[in-house]
């Protein structure tokens, strides 16, 4: 497979990028039709919920970065779930459970965030409409979410290939759900690549959210429905819990970056080891390296184990453990662990992360300036499996992360954030975005972002050329007790045999592999006003732009 060299949109008036094609139409109509960048991307991320339900639905969280240009300000919106105040250890423990399942209704034992980041967004988005940017109603913004469900769309090739592998005999099997196989399985038929999928629950479930406001998902019908459901079936979340969920606004973390601000979101999110990379990465001539020899990616991947050992020690809520970022993310810091690489030697990493996480990652740019790195997920795919029947909302695992473990730094407690691997992120220049970026992988997010942004700043690349270059994610592969380096073909046989004289483990992967993510960007030319866009050719995405 070679990415067609067409893919690379410019536009002047505004950009969009996700990973499903019928998303970044509906954001590019929102911009055209007079819409922000706030407003698209609530629209893309409705629609993304609708059309790419194995990676994100309503029933899971988000995570936003929003340049406001009336304001000249960067926002951040945490719109992630905590958990229930009845899920406890003690609560798990006595259900004979000495770790919390990945499936089923003991895997969801957090609030669904998502419909409160748009009720977030929106309260931007009405400012940036006070300064005339923007102006489009809020029904208008679910006309193609609410189309996609009434009407259908046509299964994409992730989706069925998602849906074949978790019905199977050998996967979770989650048609056993009663709530799922209606909303996926219609009569009882597995839905192939190109066959019209409808959602009448979900539509529903929309309609009431675009006619009473995101807090119906909370304090209404659609709250009542989930709980309801919830403690029908032995789960842990109850109705108050809904009611007592709220998305916050929190001030986003920076680093320099060879003279650009590097920005992306404060715990519960993994953002502090994007950052910590590129913070270590700041006191290397990574040019000198070139680009995609065995000496950049070795150096990456020791950056990133060394970002990585400062994030497994301290992230969690930061509610319930200070956290020293300003010493983790200071630039003694970053030298102290610059010091530490050994470009000869691989260190070893003892603590590898699970590398699932089912995640959308995508990007919007307005003709005012306005700029939104938006991550949304259910963690991993199709979450924990369970829809509550009549709601078409397929709820998220996310919880599932949590320890039961009371001297794990994040040990579940009630009304506690899990740890997120969700980061959005954007590099400003002279105070404005230059670039929105980011990317779905869980374990791989921080280390596709390095990559988008070394190949960008440090080798000049187009977009669409770093997005496409070969990549490499290291963690743990499904099924494995340690940890591997696995690089995409495309490298070559001495990068690979370089690397693995250096003590790397690898494992191979292909040469397009969607185990390295879903990675996307917009490039913005403060002068010229000129956007270029990037879509992932290892996702169903499409970057466009007028």
């Not at 304001?71 to 719109?79: C, D, R, T």
Request: net charge negative; proline share 6%; with cysteine.
């Amino acid at each position: 497979m070679t990415p067609s060299q067409s893919a690379n949109p410019m536009a002047l008036r505004g950009m969009v990028t996700t990973p499903h094609y019928l998303a970044s139409g509906a954001g590019l109509d929102v911009l055209r039709r007079g819409g922000n960048a706030v407003e698209a991307a609530i629209a893309a991320s409705a629609v993304l919920a609708v059309v790419y339900p194995q990676m994100c639905t309503l029933g899971g969280d988000a995570f936003w970065l929003v340049w406001d240009a009336s304001q000249k300000k960067l926002v951040g919106i945490n719109a992630s779930g905590r958990a229930g105040l009845g899920a406890s250890r003690k609560a798990y423990l006595e259900r004979g459970r000495r770790r919390i399942p990945a499936r089923g209704w003991l895997a969801c034992n957090t609030v669904p965030g998502l419909v409160s980041g748009w009720e977030k967004a929106w309260e931007l988005a009405l400012g940036m409409r006070g300064h005339a940017m923007g102006g489009l109603s809020w029904p208008s913004l679910f006309e193609d979410a609410l189309a996609y469900c009434h009407e259908g769309f046509p299964v994409s090739s992730s989706l069925a290939f998602w849906l074949k592998a978790d019905t199977a005999p050998s996967g979770p099997r989650l048609q056993q759900d009663p709530g799922f196989a209606r909303c996926f399985l219609p009569d009882g038929r597995l839905p192939g690549e190109g066959d019209v999928l409808r959602q009448p629950d979900l539509a529903a479930t929309l309609e009431r959210i675009v006619r009473h406001g995101p807090h119906e998902f909370y304090e209404g019908s659609i709250a009542a429905r989930i709980a309801s459901a919830m403690q029908a079936r032995g789960g842990l979340l109850a109705l108050a819990d809904f009611q007592r969920h709220r998305a916050d606004f929190v001030e986003p973390l920076r680093v320099d970056y060879r003279g650009f601000e590097a920005c992306n979101l404060p715990p519960n999110t993994q953002g502090m080891a994007s950052l910590g990379i590129l913070n270590i990465l700041d006191h290397f001539d990574v040019q000198a390296l070139g680009e995609g020899t065995a000496d950049y990616c070795h150096l990456l991947v020791e950056a990133t184990k060394l970002a990585f050992a400062d994030r497994d020690r301290w992230l969690t809520d930061p509610d319930f453990q200070d956290i020293p970022l300003d010493r983790l993310l200071s630039r003694a810091h970053g030298r102290e662990q610059a010091d530490l690489v050994d470009m000869a030697r691989a260190r070893p990493f003892a603590n590898p992360l699970d590398p699932a996480g089912d995640t959308v990652w995508f990007g919007t740019m307005d003709r005012w300036g306005n700029a939104v790195s938006l991550i949304q997920s259910v963690y991993y795919d199709f979450g924990s499996g369970v829809v509550p029947e009549g709601t078409g909302v397929l709820l998220q695992n996310r919880g599932c992360y949590f320890s039961l473990d009371p001297r794990h730094v994040n040990c579940l407690e009630p009304g506690k954030r899990t740890f997120h691997t969700l980061n959005p992120a954007m590099l400003l220049k002279d105070g404005s975005p230059w670039l929105v970026y980011g990317t779905m992988g869980g374990e791989g997010q921080p280390q596709t972002q390095a990559a988008v942004v070394t190949r960008i700043v440090d080798f000049g690349m187009s977009p669409q050329a770093a997005v496409d270059a070969p990549r490499w994610v290291y963690g743990r592969t499904w099924g494995a007790d340690a940890s591997s380096l696995r690089l995409e073909s495309r490298f070559g046989q001495d990068v690979a045999r370089e690397l693995a004289r250096r003590g790397h483990e690898l494992a191979p992967a292909d040469a397009y592999d969607s185990a390295m993510g879903h990675a996307g960007c917009i490039l913005a030319d403060p002068v010229s006003g000129l956007m270029r866009g990037a879509a992932d050719p290892r996702s169903d995405g499409l970057a466009c732009g007028w």
